[in-house]
């Protein structure tokens, strides 16, 4: 099963390319930028990867990036993520970034732009690896702020091809940022948000109706609301759901225990994704794999949903048909 699960075609569409900074490229970035790490070594920096939740995680997450300074870094960063994806057996990337965090080090938005964007030429070029770039508020962070970087990246709207919200979900809720998104969709953005993971379903709810997303990152919670799990199968807004994340985060004490089997019972349209993949554990094919030896799902399962990926995955009409008739021959 792991072979197969190798080689089938499969859409990463929840991935924080700062998450998939790895210590050894955060090690080397640091000694490129003349930065001191509080680290002595690339294990004692693995060794504190054991979070007792989110916030915990968002502490080193943030940490970690201030090795980023250049567009080479940002380059680096996604080239670096892109050749263990595609080596992996993932045609497609939809990278999330956070400018907020990077403006707030005096790193401003072309340098971000240019480096991830040239990575993502490059990645195409080398592998026929698909990409779509999302650029994502911090929910914990004004809303007005994000409002000044939407209004920032005017120039380069073009190359955007979401925006998204994530950051610490507990207290800030989705309806916090009703103008930035409102916004967005009059600047012809497409909109996913963060909801329901540690926050509650109601949160789900808020980012449907208030903020008008097309897709749900995470959203293990809904199932507490069958009102809002029935609308999500008969809507068939898609989840893109990330295992490994929500049993490093302690969102689930076992991978045995989550809600996937109920949500795929449910009928939900079901994506799975590494979400922040140096710290939680693996990319998407590690989160496969956790799923197979957790559920014992069948080769029918893992298709479909890859298939779901695909289906809703920011692509060319061509790309798409491409992806699943390559998916079809898996």
């Given at each position: ?45 693995r ?12 502490d ?23 050749r ?42 080398e592998w ?33 091809d ?18 930035v ?5 009059l ?35 809904c199932?507490e609301?069958?009102?809002l ?34 949500l ?24 496969y ?21 695909i289906e ?19």
């Amino acid at each position: 099963m792991k072979d197969w699960l190798k080689t089938l075609p499969k859409v990463e569409l929840h991935l924080h390319i700062e998450g998939s900074l790895e210590p050894e490229l955060m090690f080397a970035l640091a000694k490129r930028n003349d930065i001191t790490l509080p680290y002595a070594s690339v294990e004692e920096v693995r060794e504190a990867y054991d979070f007792d939740d989110l916030q915990s995680f968002l502490d080193l997450y943030y940490q970690g990036m201030a090795v980023l300074r250049t567009a080479d870094d940002f380059f680096d960063l996604a080239m670096d993520y892109f050749r263990r994806a595609q080596a992996e057996g993932v045609v497609h990337v939809e990278l999330s970034f956070d400018p907020q965090a990077h403006l707030a080090r005096g790193i401003e938005m072309d340098v971000q732009i240019e480096g991830l964007t040239r990575a993502m030429r490059q990645a195409e070029r080398e592998w026929g690896l698909s990409t779509a770039l999302i650029m994502s508020f911090l929910r914990d962070r004004p809303a007005e702020e994000a409002m000044s970087v939407l209004e920032r990246a005017g120039p380069y709207l073009e190359l955007l091809d979401a925006v998204g919200l994530d950051s610490a979900e507990r207290d800030n809720p989705p309806s916090k940022f009703a103008e930035v998104f409102a916004r967005a969709k009059l600047l012809g953005l497409p909109r996913v948000a963060h909801a329901g993971e540690e926050g509650p379903a109601e949160y789900i709810r808020q980012a449907l109706d208030v903020l008008d997303v097309c897709r749900i990152d995470h959203g293990v919670r809904c199932l507490e609301d069958p009102e809002l799990a029935a609308r999500l199968r008969d809507t068939q807004v898609p989840l893109t759901v990330c295992p490994l994340s929500n049993l490093r985060l302690k969102v689930v004490d076992d991978m045995r225990d989550h809600p996937l089997p109920g949500l795929l019972d449910a009928g939900l349209k079901l994506t799975i994704n590494s979400d922040d993949p140096a710290y939680f554990g693996g990319g998407v094919l590690d989160n496969y794999l956790a799923c197979h030896h957790a559920f014992d799902w069948n080769k029918d399962t893992f298709r479909g949903l890859a298939r779901n990926a695909i289906e809703v995955a920011f692509m060319d009409e061509g790309r798409r048909r491409m992806l699943l008739a390559d998916l079809d021959a898996a």
